[in-house]
């Protein structure tokens, strides 16, 4: 199991930054974090580490490869319970990053449906989310198996963040080949459920898993949270099962490379230490 971390590790720094940055700390695999459709002045001025998904991708290749870098998965977190808009991260911005991830020879989308933000999601019984969820990802999945890549569904939201979330988002979309899941150990537990048991009962469908590890003074906002974007913490000392989700995965069929999503290097370098003391390189 190969250990590689998230593109965000300096704020108001570009791309090529971050990849320098992971790369000098003894990182080989890195991931495409933060994305976006066209432009973006954050990116064009230098103070955004955000890729376009409407670019070049063996420009984005290149960029990794000249840091000794492996892109491993592109990240395409979305708001898949409220209505369509231009200004939410949807199915037309996944199914972009699904080309971009052709192109780049990448074999992993990361998506959510993320929480609700507007007064309408909130109001969604679980089988109307369920089935607008299922519907923005239609296309997307379908694009996927066409292109050769697997769309992964993340814990980070109130689907996801369970085990018969999870199963029923599947299972509405037909359980396709295309579809499998990325394991957050921290956004699952801060959902209340138990990473390990997440682990073992779709241990043979995830694909990629992201590291975090949150304190335990956090118990009390299990279930009211979806997700965070980073552990502040090193893993092995709060409240989750690190090890525990490790001992399952470590000989699952399709878990090559995971992502530690850690902020702080002293707390990075700690957490990828503790990982390579459980067997990871």
């Known amino acids: 199991m190969k250990v590689g971390c998230f593109a965000l ?12 940055r992971i ?6 695999y890195a991931d495409v974090t933060d994305s976006h459709p066209g432009s973006s002045l954050g990116r064009d001025y230098g103070f955004a580490a955000t890729a376009s998904l409407d670019g070049n991708p063996l420009d984005l290749k290149r960029m990794f490869d000249k840091h000794g870098l492996t892109a491993t998965t592109v990240c ?12 939410r991260f949807g199915t037309h911005e996944i199914s972009k990053a699904i080309m971009l991830a052709a192109g780049m020879g990448v074999p992993h989308v990361i998506t959510t449906e993320g929480h609700p933000q507007t007064e309408w999601a909130d109001e969604l019984s679980f089988d109307e989310q369920v089935l607008v969820v299922a519907e923005k990802l239609y296309e997307p999945v ?3 198996a066409d292109m050769g890549v697997k769309v992964l569904l993340e814990p980070h939201g109130p689907l996801t963040d369970t085990k018969e979330g999870l199963h029923a988002l599947m299972d509405a979309l037909g359980n396709p080949e ?3 899941i990325n394991l ?9 459920s138990d990473p390990v048991e997440l682990a073992e009962e779709f241990k043979e469908d995830i694909y990629h898993v992201h590291w975090k590890d949150l304190p335990e003074d956090m118990e009390s906002q299990r279930g009211t949270m979806w997700g965070t974007g980073m552990g502040l913490i090193p893993l092995g000392t709060g409240a989750i099962d ?6 399952v995965l470590k000989d699952a069929p399709h878990v090559e490379y995971t992502t530690l999503e850690v902020a702080g290097d002293e707390a990075m370098q700690q957490s990828y230490e503790y990982l390579k003391s459980l067997g990871a390189e």
């Open 184 to 192: 957050d150990t921290g956004n699952s537990w801060l959902g209340g």
């Open 142 to 144: 379908r694009l996927a």
């Open 242 to 247: 690190v090890a525990g989700v490790y001992d």
């Open 76 to 87: 395409a977190h979305a708001t898949l319970l409220d209505p369509v808009s231009p200004s």
């Open 178 to 180: 295309s579809l499998k």
């Open 9 to 20: 590790i300096d704020p108001f720094s570009t791309l090529d930054h971050q990849l320098e």
């Open 23 to 28: 790369a000098g700390m003894g990182f080989k």
